[in-house]
């Protein structure tokens, strides 16, 4: 996280705490959606009410924000399709219309999952200074022993007070139990079976969604797919066992092989230049931005999700080698601290993880070895489930191959930083009924970004088809 971002997350989880938690809507019936008058144009507003612990119904209730997209041709709907977006810790209550096709025969649901967004959420912090230690502690890593020293600690004091302050929730927050609230939700639009697109985290929702409810899989289309294995078990880091830093450099490798005449320069001496110190470049404004091993790591890993940023990378890569180019400027929307720490609620729930935070340097060493730069990037997402002791007993962690109707898998060939390629393919042979549909190039997503990709999305989600095994779309 950028330290422009980062202030501006501070001063919204300042906001967050002078208003507190959420104020209680309307009551909903216990199978019931309650509609909300107000709502983004185009959708309808809503919110059900679950239960916290599907083991312990005495335990009490959570709320789920959702919205629906109504279907153009309400006179020829089939139906609903569920929505996640990724994550875990993004809201999805606003879904896309995925397709033109999708959006004139179905209605589209998106909701943001238990801990995000407008659902109930965990608060942390109560004190606004508590909240700076973020700036240390999220969305970096150490180059030496005394920075990661430090980072232990920061990351500490942050799970410590979660510990404090997350209430129940923080407990009830693995993707286990969100399947059963996506349960929920699909019995009450009435659909007696689960059609669903999710990405990238929401690909690991919908292979445990299809694991404890495989009688109900209608049609689940995983975009950008996690393996199910590596995510919920295994002895190292999770996120080194995920090794989404392989595909960094083999995305990397994608770019630089077309990038050609427009990136006159050498990486691996680029990335050996930041690791002496950092580089002062110049924004379109003109403003002097002064730009860290880290921080370059993070905006090169965040233009290589999406081939269209391919002209901002090389822009962003000329202008650390000779800071008379124009560096492009950051975007983006500041993070939403409590559902970002919700998200990591998830994560730590659903994943072993070592207990000791000082094994993370080798890790790192070693991931960096195979994806440089990229391998501490990752590494160091998952430091914070080293001590912040979440456990829910609606955690789900496998067998995987329970038999479902046909799922649809769509992966990127050249390289999915988040959700490798490799993935994908050992998710094909795990899971009873799969298929993966491939599409050639590199980045986080394939819906969007190939006509033959959407259009397989469309006979899928309206006739159940899938395509021939070792199908390969070519990207628009």
């Known amino acids: 996280m950028t330290s422009r971002k980062l202030r501006a997350a501070l001063a919204l989880g300042a906001a967050a705490l002078a208003v507190g938690a959420l104020a209680p809507a309307a009551a909903a019936s216990p199978a019931g ?20 612990s599907y083991q312990d119904s005495a335990a009490g209730t959570v709320r789920l ?30 879904a896309p219309a995925l397709t033109s096709e999708l959006h004139r ?46 980072q232990i600690a920061d990351t500490r004091t942050i799970t410590d ?24 939700l699909r019995a009450a639009f009435g659909e007696p079976k689960l059609r669903f697109y999710g990405k ?9 969604y299809a694991n404890l409810f495989p009688h109900r899989v209608g049609a689940l289309a995983l975009d950008a797919v996690d393996d199910p294995v590596r995510w ?4 190292a880091p999770m996120s080194y066992r995920l090794r989404g830093y392989e595909d960094g450099a083999r995305a990397m490798r994608s770019f630089l092989d077309g990038c050609g005449a427009q990136c006159p320069f050498d990486y691996d001496a680029l990335l050996d230049r930041l690791e002496r110190g950092p580089i002062t470049v110049t924004d379109p404004a003109g403003r002097q931005v002064t730009v860290t091993y880290q921080g370059a790591i993070s905006r090169i890993h965040g233009f290589l999700l999406d081939t269209r940023s391919a002209p901002q990378l090389a822009a962003f890569l000329r202008a650390l080698a000779d800071p008379v180019n124009p560096a492009p400027a950051e975007t983006g929307t500041p993070p939403d601290v409590d559902s970002m720490l919700g998200g990591g609620a998830t994560l730590c729930s659903d994943a072993e993880n070592p207990r000791d935070p000082a094994v993370w340097w080798d890790f790192a060493r070693k991931a960096d070895r ?8 990752d ?31 769509l992966a990127n060939r050249q390289g999915d930083l988040e959700t490798p390629y490799g993935g994908a393919q050992r998710t094909e042979r795990l899971l009873a009924n799969a298929r993966l549909l491939s599409l050639d190039t590199y980045g986080h997503g394939s819906r969007g970004k190939s006509t033959c990709i959407d259009t397989w999305l469309d006979r899928y989600f309206v006739t159940g088809a899938v395509p021939a095994s070792g199908t390969l779309c070519t990207p628009d």
């Open 33 to 52: 959606i309650v509609w909300d008058d107000a709502c983004q144009a185009g959708y309808q507003c809503g919110h059900l009410d679950v239960p916290l």
């Open 65 to 94: 924000a959702i919205a629906r997209l109504p279907a153009t041709d309400q006179a020829r709907k089939l139906g609903t399709i569920f929505f996640n977006p990724g994550g875990p810790g993004s809201p999805g209550r606003f």
């Open 105 to 150: 025969r179905f209605d589209i649901v998106g909701f943001d999952p238990r801990g995000v967004g407008a659902s109930s959420k965990i608060h942390c912090f109560t004190d606004p200074a508590q909240l700076e230690v973020l700036q240390r502690a999220v969305g970096t890593f150490p180059l030496t022993r005394e920075a990661e020293q430090r």
């Open 161 to 184: 007070l979660c510990a404090r302050n997350g209430g129940p929730l923080a407990n009830h927050l693995s993707t286990g139990t969100i399947a059963r609230d996506l349960d929920r």
């Open 200 to 208: 990238s985290y929401g690909s690991y929702l919908g292979e445990t």
């Open 232 to 235: 919920s078990s295994g002895s």
């Open 370 to 377: 195979i994806g440089r730069g990229f391998g501490p990037y």
């Open 379 to 409: 590494v160091y997402k998952t430091l914070p489930c080293a001590t912040w002791n979440v456990a829910d007993t609606g955690r789900y962690s496998g067998p995987w191959n329970r038999p479902t109707a046909p799922i649809l898998l």
